[in-house]
C-alpha cells in the first residue's frame, strides 16, 4: 500500500514536500512516480525515482522546481516542491511501477493522492 501526504496550501513562490511512504511489500527494484491532475484534466507524470539505481526523472513543467528522493530505511519517496505557481494545483499521487515511465497505465499500485492548492 502507498500512503500519499504532505499537501496544503500555500501562496504562489512557496514550497511544500510530499511523501509516499509504503507499507507491506518493498520497493526493491521497482519505480516509484509522481502523478497530478487537476480539475477537468488528465493526469500527467511529474517526477519519478528509480528504487534501486536512484536514478531521477522530471516533466519539463517542473524540472528545476521539484526534487524527488528516497528513504530506503523509511521506505518512502518525497517530493520537494519549490517556487510553486498557481498551475501546480491538482491532486498528487504516488505510484509504483515495475519500471520507469511517464505512462499511468504502467503504474499498477496508486496512493490516495493528496491536495496541493496553490494560490495567487
Known amino acids: 500500500q502507498l500512503q500519499a501526504s504532505g499537501g496544503g496550501l500555500v501562496q504562489a513562490g512557496g514550497s511544500l514536500r510530499l511523501s509516499c511512504a509504503a507499507s507491506?511489500?518493498?520497493?526493491?527494484?521497482?519505480?516509484l512516480g509522481w502523478f497530478r491532475q487537476a480539475p477537468g484534466k488528465e493526469r500527467e507524470f511529474v517526477s519519478a525515482?528509480?528504487?534501486?539505481?536512484?536514478?531521477?526523472y522530471y516533466a519539463d513543467s517542473v524540472k528545476g522546481r521539484f526534487t524527488i528522493s528516497r528513504d530506503n530505511a523509511k521506505n518512502t519517496v518525497y517530493l520537494q516542491m519549490n517556487s510553486l505557481k498557481p498551475e501546480d494545483t491538482a491532486v498528487y499521487y504516488c505510484?509504483?511501477?515495475?519500471?520507469?515511465?511517464?505512462?499511468?497505465?504502467?503504474?499498477?499500485?496508486w496512493g490516495q493522492g493528496t491536495l496541493v492548492t496553490v494560490s495567487s
Open positions: 525515482i528509480n528504487w534501486s539505481s536512484g536514478s531521477t
Open positions: 507491506g511489500r518493498t520497493f526493491s527494484s521497482y519505480a
Open positions: 505510484a509504483r511501477a515495475n519500471a520507469y515511465s511517464t505512462s499511468p497505465k504502467d503504474y499498477n499500485y
